[in-house]
């Protein structure tokens, strides 16, 4: 293992912004397939809106570290009824939680666990939301400006897309008629 040191890592709040940074990556709406319920809506958006970008994640991580962490930076947008909200994973460490933090903006966590149990967290800046292990977690940006928050976890943690990705989560978070519901998904009706 390598020998770690403390470390001063600035985080921009309204930007995302992660200074040193080790990685990085994107999400425009054309990768976000099947993710949103309305499949016309999505692909309208990709053309009318010359494929958005969705959301940003920035990393640090200290090589030899247990922790590392870093930043999601959602744009506000919305798909038919439903917000721009991130895939959606468990980790495929089933005994690794994560801590979100939330810097900016507003928005909901979705969270379900294996047996269908499902719950939200709201997210607003300074709230802190803690996912227990093996849930399935989904941040929504439901706001009009970024939902900027940090996200610390397990390097060991790992990602697990392929359950969410293949049935969706048993809850969505919709607009209606100006008002914010989360909803049963008709796929699990
Ligand atoms: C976060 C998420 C990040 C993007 O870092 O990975 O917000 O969401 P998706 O990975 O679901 O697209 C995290 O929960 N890491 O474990
Ligand atoms: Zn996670």
Same mark, same amino acid.
């Given at each position: 293992?390598?020998?770690l040191y ?16 080790? *990685?990085?990556?994107?999400?425009? %709406?054309?990768?976000?397939? #099947?993710?949103? !319920? ?7 958006? &990709?053309?009318d ?6 959301y940003?994640?920035?990393?640090c ?10 930043t ?21 460490d089933?005994t ?8 900016? *903006?507003?928005?909901?966590?979705? %969270?379900?666990?294996?047996? #269908?149990c499902? !719950?939200?967290v709201?997210?607003?800046k300074?709230? &802190?939301?803690f ?16 939902l900027v928050?940090?996200w ?27 008002e ?10």
């Amino acid at each position: 293992m390598s020998e770690l040191y403390p470390a001063e890592v600035i985080i921009d709040p309204t930007t995302g912004a992660v200074s040193p940074a080790t *990685g990085r990556y994107a999400k425009y %709406l054309s990768e976000l397939s #099947g993710i949103f !319920s309305n499949s016309d809506a999505w692909s309208r958006a &990709i053309q009318d809106e010359n494929d958005p970008l969705v959301y940003e994640v920035i990393e640090c991580k200290q090589e030899g570290s247990d922790l590392f962490f870093g930043t999601t930076t959602m744009q506000p947008g919305k798909i038919g009824e439903e917000f721009y909200m991130t895939r959606g994973h468990f980790h495929e460490d089933r005994t690794k939680g994560e801590v979100y933090c939330t810097l900016s *903006g507003q928005g909901l966590l979705l %969270l379900e666990d294996r047996q #269908g149990c499902c !719950s939200t967290v709201e997210m607003r800046k300074g709230s &802190i939301a803690f996912i227990p292990p093996d849930w399935a977690h989904r941040s929504i940006n439901c706001g009009p400006i970024p939902l900027v928050f940090t996200w610390v976890c397990s390097v060991a943690a790992g990602h697990d897309y392929g359950q969410i990705l293949q049935r969706g989560m048993r809850k969505l978070i919709v607009e209606r008629e100006g008002e914010i519901e989360v909803v049963t998904n008709p796929k699990f009706d």
